[in-house]
DNA sequence: AATCATGTTGCAAACGATTACAGCCTCGAA
DNA sequence: TTCGAGGCTGTAATCGTTTGCAACATGATT
């Protein structure tokens, strides 16, 4: 037996197609006995409605894509996270689509979404210009579309100040990879925070936020002279890296130097020591772009970025110096 | 300007829309200069096809939707991340719900979806009956549907037998809730391995998987006359939990005590000491669950579950009993 | 009694593709 | 010359809704 259709539901009411259609969408342009009869007849054929059909008639999908670098990431997968929680109750669907394996062309065709919530700086502004967007966590050269991001300097200014605090003098920076927009940005305010602070520039160590980067970093550190007593990393898998590495080489963190890291991943808080870092609110950072991007589509969009507040979170991988 | 449709190209080049129809979707069956003019009419107009009237009219939608308990965990995302390199190429959309947050009936209904692949075992299965579905991960009871499965009771023998071949003889084993299929089958293979060695039956302390429970069992061990020497614990976080606890109360791992994991989690790679444990093979679970569906909607679907073998990741957590 | 506003309902044309069926043309065989 | 086969193309119905417009009934107003 068929899926029953509206014409169906039409018939046992015995009303046209209109009114159930009516019914359905805006029952109070029905009379209470109609409507009645309809939901009647509703309940009998077991009738849903045909999004297919209905997205053909409105010229919408009801779905938003969300385009990630790396689905098997957990940084993007929180934030799809936060995504999902607003666009759900919204009544879209979420259309994930990683960039390593799909062609990002094929998600820019209007007829797969009415919107874009954009993870991945390297997609061309080309295919995206087509449909509302957002950007979050990266902002795309040439697109001129809203983005939800964090002040990267002033987070990494915080961090420094925390160090300062502590009493550290001599600070050491082990940076992303040069270039990048981030990483620019958090060696900014890293070396603002400490002129700001009367401190002596710190060390800038190149790294780009890889696990490995970050032993490497470990073993600059440990060659120098004058060894800086709070080392700022500009990720925390850096700062896991450079952590392990000096662990085994019997330098005790945070007796021996103090470590803090940026982005607040979730194993960092089960290392021994518990890793310091500045925390992005990915959730929100979901959240915040699902709502704009239902903004834009609801014709009220507002201009402009939105710059979300990073937390410093305290755990023990700072001390004050020896 | 409108997009443009179908017809605008068949005017363009001069021909029907059948004809432009068929040049797409079957070029063979249209002579090749005709071919040639539709293109060039395509090219002009940069016509594109409206999937949400090719779906209607193939009665399909082209999309799968995959249903997460819980988007944030990466256990869950590494999984979807498989699922969609095989989607993709394809032509399938992924659709992401959490069931948290998504009513899980909304993607029964089959005219959002064409199948559908489950890793909530706590989904009911009237929701799924209406299509195609793949189980991953947990079974679900009253659902006769294909399920991509680890066999947690070898895995957990693998797991004790481990710990027996490096001379541990006492052994505790963490569970979790109580009634899980899951507790239920690494329970099992526990005290099956344990006995095949001629062991004496593990201390079995209840867990429920999460890091917290992990320390409680750490202050049930502690509190024992004749600790085990070496514990498997059914689940990752537990064993972080259960280290960090011991850690605290200066003991050693691996040196005073073996601990072994399960599920190898990104993060217990960069403990220290780096943990033990069962590696279940996440990404493959997702390919295997796609293409099984992917059988299923071609209608050469197979039947019975699929059995993944897990592997055992020898960190430094375990060792030779003192 | 005529007019009008209001509330309900139905008719039929979209939305943009696909495809069964039939028609036309060409060419070779009888 | 006639016929049939085969290749190519067009006509028109169809997928399942939504919605502008018009029609109708009802009751209130003049």
Redesign the pocket.
Known sequence: M??P???DVARIA??????V??A??RPE???A??RATIERAIAETG????HA??N????RTGSIVALVPNLANPYFSQILSGIATVLSPAGYNLLVADTRTTNPIRYGDPSHADGLIVMDGSVPPSVLAERPTVVVSESIRGLSAPCVLIDNEAAAATAVTHLADLGHRRLGHVTGPRGNVLTEQRLSGTQRAAAARGLPAPTVIEGDFSLASGRRAAQRWLEMADRPTGVFLASDEMACGFIGELQRHGISVPRDVSVIGFDDIEMVEHLTPGLTTIRQPRGAMGCVSAERLLGILGGDGEEGDTILPVELILRASTAIPR
Do not use: C, P
């Open positions: 068929n899926r259709r509206i014409t015995g009303v046209s197609t209109a009114t259609s009516r359905l969408s342009r029905v009379s006995e109609t009738y849903r409605l045909n059909a209905r053909l008639r409105h010229q």
